[in-house]
């Protein structure tokens, strides 16, 4: 099970004025808003955090579907490039890379490595970008799992959350997609194939 | 203020931040920030603190947790302006 | 070890301006994906050219604005300069600083902002109207646009820089060069930051006397992304590119005071020349030179040849490629699959001349920064001479992600100059 995040940095920088009173006291603890305050690049502590609570709800709404909008109760800490996020008795791995073009978040429920792929795109336009991650999620699959592409399908829940379909069955495995500004990310993690116990069931 | 003058307020707040111009021109009570505006989620505390300045409130974690829809925000602005 | 007592230094802001992309990251896009910045130009079919494709960077009036006055573009038509300032401009601001008119004199800041030659289609003009008795209506500034330290001189007083403030030129090596003359400079404790960067002009009038002598290619005219071939066996000469590339190099000392964003570390280096002896002559290299100057390079840094992962190449894409991979490969004493993975940013923008050091230089810091190697384009049919020497997978032709520590980035230039600088991934 994975959830992902991927923010483009530049994008960022142009869509949220993290510096607006009021931003960081609706999103961030104090513990994470003293992450920031101390970081030598305060802004990209500031999306590192929020893609972190990103990749962590979506993890967690895979585990018990539903929807909702509270970013500053999934709590984080931090070292170097990974760490953890906590949201009620809820608690999760969060891998995060940074690049000079965006910064990658993925949860787990183990220590893992990171399993998402990026891709990046020459426009910023959010239907082709949301579009064409998924085809190539799809021949990634296609590839993996040597099921003809036209059979397979993304559809997503009432919360919001992807599955896979073969013409009408669900696939036993779980992806987390992700796009922004330029950028998209796609994880799929197959229980089956790396032999990871599901701890948990789905409620 | 009745639900109309809300939601044409609401319109205004959400309209720097939505990336679906055809959902946002048919904006309703059932319309979907994420879903149908695609508002980034980072945006949307953005929107919850234009509208505490525009209606000038205090929204409080619990009270953001559900605002997902135009529907729930319209809910939670007029419980505040009569509380 | 006499090193104890030298100053680290440390790279703390990139600016870029190549012609397959403007700015870090766009040009980092660029890299990742491959992407080509050579394009066919007209102008130099329309003049005759054998080689009639080029890369040069777009820059749109707009951008231009955002770095230049009104009265500071008024007759200004010196692309290099363009390039140099919007590439040293950046870099300066990535590392955290201001431009602002008034700013107080920085005596710890100096800069080597190298070129081969400036402003040549403002040299062109003025000596049309001189030969039309004109000399009165040349205007105040060809002698700033045509004067080989123009750049310099430009930026300098953009940023208000009160160090060392000058211009090298060692033809293609002058990029890597400026870089490895600003880091002495740190590590000998005389400046606490060098802006060092090169840039070169684009356009028929620089590039002529290489058309001339039959090192371009002329074999893709149309199919200008394809024209650009490293390693390649159809390589058949280089495209002319242009461009800046800049950065601020700075001792660990001062990057830690200011809580700056440290990109990696400069270990080292080495600059010599073959004496045109040996084999070496005005336009071939010494590879005796070549591969002591890779062999001090790395003994300067501290290193062991096998400590080097990636190895960013000069590998213009004429018949000398051979030779350049068979100069690295006896000078680390590593071939086959022991060799290092190499790459030829050139593959993508082209030759760049006095601009490709430095636009390189900060190709090879994304790499490291970003722990990927960019692509060699166009080499899906290796060059057999090569394939004899080292591994074919060590000369990817697609983006690769890969965790490594350090990165040689060599330059070798007309007048049989070189250049060799070590990158290390920044650990405290």
């Known amino acids: ?203 | 203020m009745t639900n109309e003058e809300l939601i044409v307020k609401l319109k205004a707040i959400v309209a720097p931040y939505i990336q679906d111009e055809a959902a946002f021109k048919t904006l309703n009570e059932d319309t979907d920030f994420v879903k149908d505006l695609k508002v980034n989620s980072a945006n949307l505390v953005d929107i919850i603190l234009d509208i505490e300045d525009e209606f000038d409130i205090r929204l409080e974690n619990e009270d953001m947790e559900q605002m997902l829809d135009v529907k729930s925000a319209m809910a939670i602005v007029t419980s505040k302006l009569n509380a | 070890m006499g090193n104890t007592m030298k100053k680290r230094v440390v790279i703390t802001g990139l600016g870029v301006v190549a012609p397959n992309g403007v700015g870090v990251v766009d040009f980092t896009k660029a890299l990742k994906t491959g992407k080509s910045g050579i394009r066919f130009h007209q102008e130099l079919k329309d003049l005759n050219f054998s080689c009639q494709i080029g890369g040069i960077p777009p820059v749109s009036e707009e951008l231009k604005s955002k770095y230049f006055t009104d009265l500071q573009l008024r007759g200004f038509n010196s692309s290099g300069i363009l390039y140099g300032c919007i590439a040293g401009i950046d870099a300066w601001k990535d590392a955290g600083f201001d431009m602002i008119p008034d700013s107080e004199l920085d005596y710890n800041t100096g800069l080597i902002f190298g070129t081969g030659t400036s402003g040549v289609e403002k040299f062109r003009e003025a000596i049309y109207k001189l030969d039309d008795n004109k000399v009165k209506r040349l205007g105040s500034t060809v002698v700033v646009q045509t004067m080989a330290s123009g750049v310099s001189a430009y930026l300098g007083g953009m940023l208000g820089l009160g160090n060392q403030v000058t211009t090298n030129s060692s033809a293609c090596t002058t990029g890597t060069e400026a870089l490895l003359m600003g880091f002495d400079r740190i590590q000998a404790g005389k400046a606490k930051r060098m802006l060092i960067g090169s840039c070169s002009d684009h356009g028929p009038y620089l590039w002529g006397g290489f058309d001339a002598m039959r090192v371009m290619t002329y074999k893709h005219n149309d199919t200008p992304e394809d024209g650009s071939r490293p390693m390649s066996k159809t390589a058949s000469g280089f495209v002319p590119g242009s461009g800046a590339g800049a950065l601020i190099l700075e001792s660990l000392e001062s990057a830690k005071e200011r809580g700056a964003t440290i990109y990696a570390e400069v270990l080292g280096g080495e600059i010599n020349s073959g004496g045109q002896r040996q084999g070496g002559t005005l336009t071939a290299p010494n590879a005796e030179a070549v591969k002591r100057c890779i062999v001090k390079a790395i003994e300067n840094s501290g290193m062991t040849p096998n400590d080097i992962d990636i190895i960013n190449g000069h590998l213009t894409a004429t018949s000398k490629d051979g030779l350049e991979i068979k100069n690295w490969s006896e000078a680390l004493e590593r071939r086959g699959g022991e060799f290092p993975y190499i790459n030829s940013t050139k593959s993508m923008i082209g030759h760049c001349l006095a601009a490709a050091g430095a636009i390189e230089c900060v190709a090879s810091i994304i790499q490291l920064k970003d722990q990927f190697i960019a692509p060699n384009i166009n080499c899906e049919d290796l060059n057999p001479e090569i394939e004899a020497m080292i591994a074919s997978e060590k000369i990817p032709t697609k983006a690769i992600e890969k965790h490594f520590d350090n990165i040689a980035k060599a330059s070798f230039g007309f007048g049989d100059v070189n250049a060799c600088v070590i990158f290390k991934k920044y650990k405290d």
């Not at chain 1, 994008?11 to 607006?20: F, L, T």
Request: glycine residues 2%.
């Open chain 1, 1 to 203: 099970m994975v959830g992902n995040d991927i923010v483009d940095i530049v994008e960022a920088k142009k869509q949220s004025n993290w510096q607006r009173p009021g931003f960081l006291d609706k999103i961030f603890t104090a513990k994470e808003q003293q992450y920031i305050s101390k970081a030598t690049n305060p802004f990209i502590m500031v999306w590192r955090l929020w893609s972190m609570k990103e990749a962590a709800y979506k993890l967690y709404t895979q585990l018990y579907p539903s929807r909702f909008y509270n970013p500053k109760a999934f709590k984080c800490s931090v070292n170097t490039l990974n760490g953890k996020v906590k949201y009620k008795d809820f608690e999760c791995y969060v891998n995060t890379k940074i690049t000079l073009l965006y910064i990658l978040s993925e949860a787990h429920l183990d220590k893992t490595d990171m399993i998402s792929e990026a891709v990046i795109f020459n426009k910023n336009d959010y239907k082709t970008l949301s579009k064409i991650t998924k085809e190539i999620l799809l021949n990634k699959i296609s590839d993996r799992y040597t099921i003809p592409k036209s059979q397979l399908r993304i559809s997503k829940s009432e919360f919001g959350i992807p599955s896979v379909y073969v013409n009408l069955e669900e696939l036993n495995i779980d992806i987390s997609i992700s796009h922004h500004g330029n950028y998209g990310a796609y994880a799929v993690s197959d229980p089956a194939r790396f032999q990871k116990p599901c701890r948990y069931t789905i409620a």
